[in-house]
T-cell receptor, first 111, second 111 residues
Framework: GQQLNQSPQSMFIQEGEDVSMNCTSS?????WLWYKQDPGEGPVLLIA?????ELTSNGRLTAQFGITRKDSFLNISASIPSDVGIYFC???????????FGKGITLSVRP | DAGITQSPRHKVTETGTPVTLRCHQT?????MYWYRQDPGHGLRLIHY???????DKGEVSDGYSVSRSKTEDFLLTLESATSSQTSVYFC??????????FGPGTRLLVL
């Protein structure tokens, strides 16, 4: 089946630093989504991308839809402690409205 | 907030007992989904529904059944719970342009 690869599993950064994470696949996707999950809660949609090359921002977050349509990138600038959580990518490429999810990256921010 | 509630939020049950989890939405969305989340596996689709009485299997549907008798409710049933079904279960609805929005989750422990 299709897979989305996110690595590393965990990232540790200092407060104030920027961090980038990517999501790659061997398959083409038409839609890329980025989610954040806080402990004990459901994933929350951060950014949605619909066109190859598209760059979209949401506050300190910026995400890009890769031009090959096989990858996507999320950047967090000037990290703060509340950025701690698990970041998932998800892709959609068919008419069945099902998403494929990456396994997520756990982000830790040191004060 | 996509108007999604899940009940119960926590449940402990014994192996072999039936369990039903409920997802309720207030915004008349056509598509609803059930996922399970486990360490090392990320989010995996169990079943989904594309309308009242219209459901289909996801990638990990064995041991689970679903029902959707009205638009607002999507039920997930474990006919005979096993320890391997200990997990966190999330319901989601499809929003605009292939986005999905998640409920708060149900933590299920099967002893």
């Amino acid at each position: 089946g299709q897979q989305l690869n996110q690595s590393p599993q965990s990232m540790f950064i200092q407060e104030g630093e920027d961090v980038s994470m990517n999501c790659t696949s061997s398959s083409i996707f038409n839609t890329w989504l980025w989610y954040k999950q806080d402990p004990g809660e459901g994933p929350v949609l951060l950014i949605a991308l619909y066109k190859a090359g598209e760059l979209t921002s949401n506050g300190r977050l910026t995400a890009q839809f890769g031009i090959t349509r096989k990858d996507s990138f999320l950047n967090i600038s000037a990290s703060i402690p509340s950025d701690v959580g698990i970041y998932f990518c998800a892709g959609q490429n068919g008419a069945n409205s099902k998403l494929t999810f990456g396994k997520g990256i756990t982000l830790s921010v040191r004060p | 907030d996509a108007g999604i509630t899940q009940s119960p939020r926590h449940k402990v049950t014994e192996t072999g007992t039936p369990v039903t989890l409920r997802c309720h939405q207030t915004e008349n969305h056509r598509y609803m989904y059930w996922y399970r989340q486990d360490p090392g596996h990320g989010l995996r689709l169990i079943h989904y529904s594309y309308g009242v009485k219209d459901t289909d299997k996801g990638e990990v549907s064995d041991g689970y059944s679903v029902s959707r008798s009205k638009t607002e409710d999507f039920l997930l049933t474990l006919e005979s719970a096993t320890s391997s079904q200990t997990s966190v279960y999330f319901c989601a609805i499809k929003g605009a342009q292939e986005t999905q929005y998640f409920g708060p989750g149900t933590r299920l422990l099967v002893l």
